[in-house]
Nanobody, 128 residues
Framework: QVQLVESGGGLVQVGGSLALSCQTS????????MAWFRQAPGKEREFVAG???????????DFADVVKGRSTITRGAFGNQISLEINNLKPEDTAVYFC??????????????????WGQGTQVSVSS
């Protein structure tokens, strides 16, 4: 089994920044895609950002339009960590953020159903 644990959530003021981190445990899955999703009350779970292995420890990043230009995603060299930083936070960013790993394919995806392992989620609240 693979376990993922998110951290870094909290209450942040509008316009502030927040860094989220996710650590994995279990078997090594450095080549498999990982991604961040979020889900707000009354809304469907949506893709935020993800990574795909490109070889030689290099990862390709993919960002949803809602965070593109104000976010950064990093994948640890050993593939056991993934971080997400969102700047200029907005009230609309309020949600539970989940990290996820896809073990069935090396291809990146924006679809939650393609990911096999999920963390418990960490709450991000942006004050209006």
């Amino acid at each position: 089994q693979v376990q993922l644990v998110e951290s870094g959530g909290g209450l942040v003021q509008v316009g502030g920044s927040l860094a989220l981190s996710c650590q994995t445990s279990g078997r090594t899955l450095n080549k498999f895609p990982m991604a961040w999703f979020r889900q707000a009350p009354g809304k469907e779970r949506e893709f935020v950002a993800g990574t795909e292995w490109k070889g030689a420890g290099v990862y390709h990043g993919d960002f949803a339009d809602v965070v593109k230009g104000r976010s950064t995603i990093t994948r640890g060299a050993f593939g056991n960590q993934i971080s997400l930083e969102i700047n200029n936070l907005k009230p609309e960013d309020t949600a539970v953020y989940f990290c996820a790993l896809r073990s069935s394919s090396l291809e990146a995806s924006r679809g939650p159903s393609d990911f096999d392992y999920w963390g418990q989620g960490t709450q991000v609240s942006v004050s209006s």
